[in-house]
């Protein structure tokens, strides 16, 4: 069983950072890939960025150059650098781990961005 928990998220204002973390549960978090994904209020779940066990990483067109993922194998954590932060990144940030076509999800982490 996996279970993933975020923390950092919070009120920012433009042009500010934040850093996500995303703690996982069980053994298979290194041969798992990682990501983030966004939920806007009226709006579907997004693809923000993943990183595959092997480190490979993929953006969102929106992100790029703006935030970073990474992950800690020996912590069991991924984490989310999000610097130059825009109104238009508010939304709940969720944390995925996939593992053989099998998603598992966060409860989700509030990020605001406003002055």
């Known amino acids: 069983q996996v279970q993933l928990v975020e923390s950092g998220g919070g009120l920012v204002q433009p042009g500010g950072s934040l850093r996500l973390s995303c703690a996982a549960s069980?053994?298979?978090?290194?041969?798992?890939?990682m990501g983030w994904y966004r939920q806007a209020p009226g709006k579907q779940r997004e693809l923000v960025a993943l990183?595959?066990?092997?480190?490979?990483?993929d953006y969102a067109d929106s992100v790029k150059g703006r935030f970073t993922i990474s992950r800690d194998n020996a912590k069991n954590t991924q984490y989310l650098q999000m610097n130059s932060l825009k109104p238009e990144d508010t939304a709940v940030y969720y944390c995925?781990?996939?593992?053989?076509?099998?998603?598992?999800w966060g409860q989700g982490t509030q990020v605001i961005v406003s002055s």
């Open positions: 990183i595959t066990s092997g480190a490979w990483t």
């Open positions: 995925n781990l996939r593992w053989r076509n099998t998603n598992y």
């Open positions: 069980g053994s298979i978090f290194s041969i798992s890939t």
